[in-house]
């Protein structure tokens, strides 16, 4: 069992260029979803997907669009990136149950110039 | 407007001791709430959670407490070993599926 993967851990992009972060998991969660980490902010939600086909947006969802391709997969688009989305991004998926527990991905650290 | 607050950016605690780490909140709508633990260069791991229905929970060294009318939870590491050193986060959901962190508390445990 891989849990969460995260393809790229680094980017650097260039403001106003576009890119999809990748996410899959292999425990047959229902649930998925996907923050940002910034300095002294904590993590804050973007999108979340409860189940597949539906998604829903988080706290700061400006300038994101996501993908629930399928159960396993969810994506995260910027698709003109700009200086204020550097930052750590974090897919999570979730257990359903008394817990509410979720498993992290490693992140993929962004970079826009 | 942070819905999830941990007023510590830092906590020393000498090895054997007790940590507590705290958290406010100030949305009475939570369902849940969640202790997560973080190292450098990892995503965040799940430690502990309680239901709002409850004022304590225990696993192991690790007790969380909560309580409701002062909007207010705490985690407790009895007796706090070095590998306890991270990034501690609360977090708090509603609706199954919102999540709010909090910006986190890093402790360091002395050997």
């Known amino acids: 069992n891989a849990g969460v993967t995260q393809t790229p851990k680094f980017q650097v992009l260039k403001t106003g260029q576009s890119m999809t972060l990748q996410c899959a998991q292999d425990?047959?969660?229902?649930?998925m979803y996907w923050y940002r980490q910034d300095p002294g902010m904590g993590l804050r939600l973007i999108y979340y997907s409860a189940s597949e086909g539906t998604t829903d947006k988080g706290e700061v969802p400006n300038g994101y669009n996501v993908s629930r391709l399928n159960k396993r997969e969810f994506s995260l688009r910027l698709e003109s990136a700009a200086p204020s989305q550097t930052s750590v991004y974090f897919c999570?998926?979730?257990?359903?149950?008394?817990?509410?527990?979720?498993?992290f991905g490693p992140g993929t650290r962004l970079t826009v110039l | 407007d942070q819905q999830v607050k941990q007023n510590s950016p830092s906590l020393s605690v000498q090895e054997g001791r007790i940590s507590i780490l705290n958290c406010d909140y100030t949305?009475?709508?939570?369902?849940?709430f969640l202790w997560y633990k973080k190292y450098p260069a990892e995503g965040p791991t799940f430690l502990i959670s309680i239901s709002s229905i409850k004022d304590k929970n225990e696993d192991g060294r690790f007790t969380v407490f909560l309580n409701k009318s002062a909007k207010h939870l705490s985690l407790h590491i009895v007796p706090s070993q070095p590998g306890d050193s991270a990034v501690y986060f609360c977090a708090a959901v509603y609706n199954f599926n919102k999540f709010y962190f909090g910006s986190g508390t890093k402790l360091n445990v002395k050997p």
């Open positions: 425990m047959n969660h229902n649930s």
């Open positions: 999570a998926s979730s257990v359903e149950g008394p817990n509410n527990e979720q498993f």
């Open positions: 949305n009475s709508m939570f369902d849940y």
